[in-house]
């Protein structure tokens, strides 16, 4: 009952705050004011619950070019309260292409793409800068992220493979264990794209020492690929993404599904 109270306390200050927000913008401030006025505003609805009044002032805030990328992101969280989830992704995304380097925009990016009804996300480079808060994602969603790993000589890279980490692959892979990631995807740097055999032996190696199950990638160009994949099955390998050698045609899908390999 307290907590109530308190409750309703909050929201009836929140609407006075609104009330004289409104106000002041009759009073038609100075410009430099609008700005904040406007993110306040869409603030305080939001957390009003009052949807439709915070996507307007948020719309509005981008109008003002310092808060832009902002807007977004707050447009992003409006729209993801109204259950509006690829409106959310595509906010989020704008609000990125600004400030590549919020963690939290990323994390609320996936959990966008869940509600959207994806049924699987997976998260490379961030499950390196921020694996903390990729293995809460996945505890909070048992089996529906994936975390992919690239790896060159057991060190994880990241970016597109730009920057070489000094973190071996098997450490950060460990630190998902038992987060209820559903799948470690480990792509072999060296192997991927050149269509020259899949690295099984440091795949199984990584494989044997994890409890969650491994998908391997890089390399899977054939049947042959595949089988040695499935020798090692009782490591944990689970399966093999197939990339180039699927669209450059040396992969059947057809012929693979229906081999006993």
């Known amino acids: ?31 430099s004011f609008v700005g904040n006025i406007y993110k306040d505003l ?21 109008q003002h070019p310092e808060y832009g ?25 704008e609000f990125l292409k600004h400030e590549p380097d919020s963690a939290l925009a990323w994390s609320k990016t996936a959990l966008a793409w869940l509600e959207a009804g994806v ?26 992220i ?18 070489q980490s000094e973190m071996p692959v098997i450490d950060l892979a460990r630190h998902f264990e ?6 470690i995807i480990y792509t072999d740097i060296d192997r991927d794209g050149v269509m020259q055999g899949h690295n099984v032996a440091a795949t199984a190696h990584l494989a044997a020492a994890l409890s969650t199950p491994v998908i391997a990638s890089g390399g899977v160009t054939n049947l042959k690929d595949l089988a040695a994949l499935k020798a ?17 045609g040396a992969f059947d899908v057809g012929e693979a599904l229906a081999s006993p390999c």
């Open 1 to 31: 009952e307290a907590r109530e109270r308190d409750f309703r306390g909050a929201e009836d200050t929140m609407e006075r705050a609104i009330y004289h927000l409104v106000t002041a913008l009759r009073l038609r401030p100075f410009e």
């Open 42 to 62: 869409g603030e305080l609805f939001l957390h009003t619950r009052q949807y439709k009044h915070a996507r307007r002032f948020f719309t509005k805030l981008r």
């Open 69 to 93: 990328p902002l807007a977004h992101y707050y447009l992003g969280l409006t729209h993801f309260s109204m259950g509006r989830y690829t409106n959310s992704i595509q906010h989020y995304r």
């Open 119 to 144: 049924r699987r996300v997976i998260i490379g480079t961030w499950a390196l800068r921020q694996p903390d808060l990729v293995a809460d994602l996945c505890r909070r969603h048992p089996g529906r």
């Open 146 to 163: 994936a975390i992919g790993i690239d790896g060159r000589d057991g060190r994880v890279a990241v970016e597109g493979w730009l920057e």
């Open 178 to 183: 038992g987060a209820g990631a559903a799948a």
């Open 232 to 248: 090692e099955a009782a490591t944990g390998i689970d399966g093999g993404l197939v990339g180039r050698a699927l669209y450059a």
